[in-house]
């Protein structure tokens, strides 16, 4: 009894100690007018935003690492309802949707989280991120005063805070969570909703509130966000943004690093520097919180993508692109701002700035304590002319659209306008996919197929007469809705005279469609990210007696935003008419007894996972033909470097990976031919469609396949093609460092690593260029340029000047070559004075292996 006694006794100590050890670790989390407050410390915060189920389980903890190596605070994300409840009260936290993984991962790594609960989430996601099933409640109307819907809001968001604290990963229990959201951007559309927006917001607040998380909770874009709520902004920029209380934090949730990609658009970028700006001038003008949306943007597998038309990339031109890798120099330009940021902190949060005009667009801004403690910001905010400016006894060049900080209000840490990272061009090494790894024939001998049938051929078919929108018909099982008819056409028809031109007229509410006459393609059309609904008039041919018109409608991701957004439809709606262009004959189908079918026959045999036994092998494939299946198997590329699938040469359709769907591909849905620039000029404003580029080219031809999904071989491809192509063009391609280069002028200021509030010793020290490969076990192989003096272009297309020294590709060559990195100050002591009175810069183009 007395050993038993001692075991119990030593059971509750342990369990005591645990609790000790978990409270002790526990943080509080508040807030003020300056700042989020940890543990009665207030906070300068950069965070960025990484939605889990656009990456992979295996590719979260080196994304979560490069964000901190970067220099971020947070990890923020939204919560995804119709991935994780897709039927109702039944739930999917498994694989890509492993959000308690995914968080401990960031808390793992030393980072904080800001969980975006929504559960309306936006974020060019299917429906917002509402399942489909919310839409078939009776009486419901979504994001206003509705019981049916705050019923199942406060449900879902319930369940999320519980899981959350069941594993301890709210802040005030010991976790990474700091902030929670509830809701997102409804003021942007709340007016829509007239009087019952305001009780609907109030409601939403009171029930965040009571779900007791411990941590802050923030609405974005919500100017009436209740006491205690705060109010955050989102935009490219924010640096005017005030919260709507003195008591509350200047707080910005969505930094768009980039815009996103829609097929049928060019792909749009932002510049580095102007991004540094958005951010400098943020933290200037008295914010402490910032997140970017997106750090990194990543895939949308599946059937995940919503707009509608948005492309199956994500990648957002984000700091971490699609494939996980760091894109320079954002990212390294990013990670120096952030740094500079932090030897203000002390002074950001514990003193508000004054602030002093130096001139027309140039403004000082510093914060300075009692105990001597001085920050200051300076910053050209013209779009023209750089400036030379006078700041406390000190001048300063400023170039046009740029922020200086000084940690000390004397030496410059960092410009926004000038890059000292280095800036890398990646290039994808593409290889024919091979049947085996000793196999030297192209994956086309290797193809099989099964012919997806024309029309009705499933048994859950139905009829009804009229025309049927979409979503409300299929709930969105599938992209795919059959419209089919049998008319009659008497010999003595007009539609059947000589040289009638009969032509099928259909209208329809998007997304696309094709058309086909007596089991035969006639036509087809589709709409656009800007406009989806879809009208066509297609030639056809008709017979005496009965024909028969299958129309097989599509959706491209339902609609993510706007007011009353979940109520927009899709499909053929009508009318729906054949007419005589010679004759003027016209006859409307619209009204007649349609046969519906959901989904295609090959779904619902399960082709995506390649199993089924009907799969054809034939010396001859069939090739450019509209509603085919495509199988086939292939070894995994060598090596670890990220993979794509290059869909060249396919129409449009889905493709699956060993029958996990890597998205929906469209290769020929080609960009419009302006508007693009391969270099934009980032002075001024900058808007989502400023800077693009890939302009007369395929939005996407590249589809991310996670080398988490691959096997070394035997793995299973199938594609449904709906269009028509040829997938013996499809082939491999790894993504790959290319070129390596930077560009450092004179005019620099230091590395912010190598900084110093030492006058004397920053005088010294000059501007340092600095090269490093960015793969682990590769080292700098070859200078393809280097010059000192004037070069010109940029990388991949430097080109000398007459004021070029000719020591510096042999002084390059030196320093670099078989080292991973290198570092060469830029100054005439090292490359001499090609041209005298002359600002020169440091340009180098190199190569790793």
């Given at each position: 009894?007395?050993?038993?006694?001692?075991?119990?006794?030593?059971?509750?100590?342990?369990?005591?100690?645990?609790?000790?050890?978990?409270?002790?670790?526990?943080?509080?989390?508040?807030?003020?007018?300056?700042?989020?407050v940890i543990d009665g410390k207030r906070r300068v915060l950069v965070s960025g935003s990484i939605h889990y189920p656009r990456s992979t389980p295996e590719m979260w903890p080196d994304l979560i690492q490069k964000s901190k190596d970067g220099g971020l605070d947070v990890i923020e994300t939204y919560v995804f309802w119709n991935a994780h409840e897709p039927v109702r009260n039944q739930y999917n936290f498994e694989g890509r949707y492993d959000l308690v993984k995914f968080v401990k991962l960031v808390a793992e790594a030393g980072l904080y989280a800001h969980l975006r609960i929504g559960p309306y989430v936006c974020a060019e996601w299917n429906y917002g991120g509402f399942p489909l099933w919310l839409h078939f409640i009776p009486g419901i109307e979504l994001r206003t005063d509705n019981d049916p819907f705050k019923a199942e809001m406060k449900r879902f968001t319930a369940k999320i805070v519980d899981m959350m604290k069941q594993e301890k990963l709210y802040a005030s229990q010991g976790g990474p969570i700091i902030l929670s959201q509830i809701e997102n951007e409804y003021g942007n559309i709340d007016s829509a909703y007239g009087p019952?927006?305001?009780?609907?917001?109030?409601?939403?607040?009171?029930?965040?509130?009571?779900?007791?998380?411990?941590?802050?909770?923030?609405?974005?874009?919500?100017?009436?966000?209740?006491?205690?709520?705060?109010?955050?902004?989102?935009?490219?920029?924010?640096?005017?943004?005030?919260?709507?209380?003195?008591?509350?934090?200047?707080?910005?949730?969505?930094?768009?690093?980039?815009?996103?990609?829609?097929?049928?658009?060019?792909?749009?970028?932002?510049?580095?520097?102007?991004?540094?700006?958005?951010?400098?001038?943020?933290?200037?003008?008295?914010?402490?919180?910032?997140?970017?949306?997106?750090?990194?943007?990543?895939?949308?597998?599946?059937?995940?993508?919503?707009?509608?038309?948005?492309?199956?990339?994500?990648?957002?031109?984000?700091?971490?692109?699609?494939?996980?890798?760091?894109?320079?120099?954002?990212?390294?330009?990013?990670?120096?701002?952030?740094?500079?940021?932090?030897?203000?902190?002390?002074?950001?949060?514990?003193?508000?700035?004054?602030?002093?005009?130096?001139?027309?667009?140039?403004?000082?801004?510093?914060?300075?304590?009692?105990?001597?403690?001085?920050?200051?910001?300076?910053?050209?905010?013209?779009?023209?002319?750089?400036?030379?400016?006078?700041?406390?006894?000190?001048?300063?060049?400023?170039?046009?659209?740029?922020?200086?900080?000084?940690?000390?209000?004397?030496?410059?840490?960092?410009?926004?306008?000038?890059?000292?990272?280095?800036?890398?061009?990646?290039?994808?090494?593409?290889?024919?996919?091979?049947?085996?790894?000793?196999?030297?024939?192209?994956?086309?001998?290797?193809?099989?197929?099964?012919?997806?049938?024309?029309?009705?051929?499933?048994?859950?078919?139905?009829?009804?007469?009229?025309?049927?929108?979409?979503?409300?018909?299929?709930?969105?099982?599938?992209?795919?809705?059959?419209?089919?008819?049998?008319?009659?056409?008497?010999?003595?028809?007009?539609?059947?005279?000589?040289?009638?031109?009969?032509?099928?007229?259909?209208?329809?509410?998007?997304?696309?469609?094709?058309?086909?006459?007596?089991?035969?393609?006639?036509?087809?059309?589709?709409?656009?990210?800007?406009?989806?609904?879809?009208?066509?008039?297609?030639?056809?041919?008709?017979?005496?007696?009965?024909?028969?018109?299958?129309?097989?409608?599509?959706?491209?991701?339902?609609?993510?935003?706007?007011?009353?957004?979940?109520?927009?439809?899709?499909?053929?709606?009508?009318?729906?008419?054949?007419?005589?262009?010679?004759?003027?004959?016209?006859?409307?189908?619209?009204?007649?007894?349609?046969?519906?079918?959901?989904?295609?026959?090959?779904?619902?045999?399960?082709?995506?996972?390649?199993?089924?036994?009907?799969?054809?092998?034939?010396?001859?494939?069939?090739?450019?033909?509209?509603?085919?299946?495509?199988?086939?198997?292939?070894?995994?590329?060598?090596?670890?470097?990220?993979?794509?699938?290059?869909?060249?040469?396919?129409?449009?359709?889905?493709?699956?990976?060993?029958?996990?769907?890597?998205?929906?591909?469209?290769?020929?849905?080609?960009?419009?031919?302006?508007?693009?620039?391969?270099?934009?000029?980032?002075?001024?404003?900058?808007?989502?469609?400023?800077?693009?580029?890939?302009?007369?080219?395929?939005?996407?031809?590249?589809?991310?396949?996670?080398?988490?999904?691959?096997?070394?071989?035997?793995?299973?491809?199938?594609?449904?093609?709906?269009?028509?192509?040829?997938?013996?063009?499809?082939?491999?391609?790894?993504?790959?460092?290319?070129?390596?280069?930077?560009?450092?002028?004179?005019?620099?200021?230091?590395?912010?690593?190598?900084?110093?509030?030492?006058?004397?010793?920053?005088?010294?020290?000059?501007?340092?260029?600095?090269?490093?490969?960015?793969?682990?076990?590769?080292?700098?192989?070859?200078?393809?340029?280097?010059?000192?003096?004037?070069?010109?272009?940029?990388?991949?297309?430097?080109?000398?000047?007459?004021?070029?020294?000719?020591?510096?590709?042999?002084?390059?060559?030196?320093?670099?070559?078989?080292?991973?990195?290198?570092?060469?100050?830029?100054?005439?002591?090292?490359?001499?004075?090609?041209?005298?009175?002359?600002?020169?810069?440091?340009?180098?183009?190199?190569?790793?292996?």
């Amino acid at each position: 009894m007395m050993i038993r006694r001692r075991e119990e006794i030593f059971l509750v100590v342990l369990c005591l100690a645990a609790l000790a050890a978990t409270a002790s670790f526990a943080a509080n989390v508040t807030y003020d007018h300056k700042a989020v407050v940890i543990d009665g410390k207030r906070r300068v915060l950069v965070s960025g935003s990484i939605h889990y189920p656009r990456s992979t389980p295996e590719m979260w903890p080196d994304l979560i690492q490069k964000s901190k190596d970067g220099g971020l605070d947070v990890i923020e994300t939204y919560v995804f309802w119709n991935a994780h409840e897709p039927v109702r009260n039944q739930y999917n936290f498994e694989g890509r949707y492993d959000l308690v993984k995914f968080v401990k991962l960031v808390a793992e790594a030393g980072l904080y989280a800001h969980l975006r609960i929504g559960p309306y989430v936006c974020a060019e996601w299917n429906y917002g991120g509402f399942p489909l099933w919310l839409h078939f409640i009776p009486g419901i109307e979504l994001r206003t005063d509705n019981d049916p819907f705050k019923a199942e809001m406060k449900r879902f968001t319930a369940k999320i805070v519980d899981m959350m604290k069941q594993e301890k990963l709210y802040a005030s229990q010991g976790g990474p969570i700091i902030l929670s959201q509830i809701e997102n951007e409804y003021g942007n559309i709340d007016s829509a909703y007239g009087p019952a927006a305001k009780t609907y917001i109030k409601w939403a607040a009171t029930m965040a509130l009571s779900l007791d998380t411990g941590v802050p909770w923030v609405m974005c874009q919500q100017a009436d966000a209740p006491d205690p709520i705060i109010n955050t902004c989102n935009g490219f920029y924010c640096d005017n943004f005030t919260p709507n209380s003195d008591k509350k934090p200047k707080m910005w949730t969505e930094n768009w690093s980039g815009w996103f990609l829609p097929f049928g658009g060019p792909a749009p970028y932002r510049p580095a520097e102007d991004l540094a700006f958005a951010v400098a001038r943020f933290f200037q003008r008295g914010g402490t919180f910032q997140n970017y949306y997106m750090y990194h943007g990543g895939t949308n597998f599946g059937r995940t993508t919503g707009g509608p038309f948005i492309a199956t990339s994500y990648d957002y031109d984000a700091p971490l692109d699609e494939y996980g890798l760091i894109r320079q120099p954002k990212w390294g330009h990013l990670k120096d701002l952030h740094k500079a940021i932090k030897l203000c902190e002390a002074a950001l949060v514990a003193t508000d700035p004054t602030v002093t005009s130096l001139g027309s667009n140039l403004e000082a801004t510093v914060y300075k304590t009692g105990s001597g403690v001085c920050a200051a910001f300076l910053a050209n905010t013209g779009t023209q002319s750089d400036a030379t400016v006078n700041f406390n006894g000190n001048s300063y060049r400023l170039p046009a659209w740029s922020v200086s900080i000084l940690p000390d209000c004397k030496n410059v840490a960092f410009n926004t306008a000038k890059i000292n990272s280095v800036t890398v061009v990646p290039s994808f090494m593409r290889q024919s996919l091979k049947v085996a790894a000793d196999s030297s024939d192209a994956i086309g001998s290797a193809w099989s197929y099964i012919n997806e049938p024309v029309g009705i051929t499933k048994d859950d078919a139905f009829t009804k007469v009229g025309l049927l929108e979409q979503i409300n018909t299929t709930a969105d099982k599938s992209d795919y809705l059959w419209y089919s008819l049998s008319t009659d056409i008497k010999s003595d028809s007009p539609f059947l005279e000589d040289g009638s031109q009969t032509v099928l007229h259909v209208q329809s509410l998007g997304h696309a469609l094709h058309a086909f006459i007596n089991g035969k393609f006639a036509g087809g059309g589709k709409g656009s990210s800007s406009n989806a609904k879809v009208t066509v008039d297609i030639p056809v041919t008709l017979v005496p007696g009965k024909n028969t018109i299958d129309l097989l409608s599509l959706t491209v991701g339902l609609q993510n935003y706007g007011a009353f957004y979940d109520k927009t439809g899709a499909g053929i709606t009508g009318p729906v008419q054949l007419k005589g262009l010679k004759n003027g004959t016209t006859v409307d189908l619209s009204s007649q007894q349609w046969t519906y079918q959901i989904g295609l026959k090959g779904e619902e045999s399960g082709l995506p996972s390649g199993s089924s036994s009907q799969w054809i092998s034939q010396s001859t494939l069939p090739k450019n033909q509209h509603l085919i299946w495509y199988k086939t198997t292939f070894d995994a590329p060598a090596g670890n470097a990220p993979v794509a699938i290059d869909f060249t040469g396919t129409g449009k359709g889905e493709a699956w990976v060993n029958g996990q769907s890597i998205g929906r591909y469209w290769p020929t849905y080609v960009s419009q031919n302006g508007g693009c620039t391969d270099s934009c000029n980032y002075r001024g404003a900058y808007s989502s469609n400023k800077c693009l580029k890939n302009c007369g080219k395929p939005s996407q031809s590249l589809y991310h396949v996670p080398r988490s999904w691959l096997k070394s071989s035997g793995n299973l491809l199938v594609l449904f093609e709906e269009a028509g192509g040829d997938p013996t063009q499809i082939a491999f391609a790894a993504k790959q460092t290319g070129s390596l280069c930077s560009h450092v002028s004179e005019s620099h200021p230091l590395p912010v690593d190598m900084w110093s509030s030492d006058q004397t010793s920053g005088k010294k020290s000059g501007p340092v260029l600095s090269l490093e490969c960015p793969i682990p076990n590769q080292v700098i192989s070859s200078i393809k340029f280097a010059s000192f003096g004037t070069p010109r272009g940029g990388c991949g297309s430097f080109s000398h000047s007459r004021c070029s020294s000719t020591k510096a590709l042999s002084v390059i060559q030196k320093a670099c070559i078989g080292s991973k990195s290198c570092n060469i100050g830029v100054s005439i002591d090292t490359f001499g004075d090609p041209c005298r009175g002359v600002t020169k810069s440091l340009a180098v183009e190199a190569s790793c292996t």
